[in-house]
């Protein structure tokens, strides 16, 4: 996992819906989603998914792109 990458990800596909959007969509705080997307810690695998349903992507596209 490129965690650099990954965090780039996050921050690109959020695109213009706000942090606490999100973070209220995957149940986390506005300060872990905030990490994630600044490569400061990754969300576990419930988190991932999560995510990746609400930015229309699959977890492999989202957290191992070079995969």
Do not use: C, W
Request: aromatic share 10%.
């Amino acid at each position: 996992m490129n965690i650099l990458k990954t965090s780039n990800l996050l921050y690109h596909y959020r695109d213009n819906r706000s942090v606490k959007e999100i973070a209220r969509k995957i149940g986390v705080s506005v300060t872990s989603l905030r990490n994630y997307e600044s490569g400061k810690s990754m969300p576990r695998d419930a988190i991932k998914e999560k995510l990746a349903r609400i930015y229309n992507k699959s977890v492999q596209e989202l957290f191992y792109p070079d995969f």
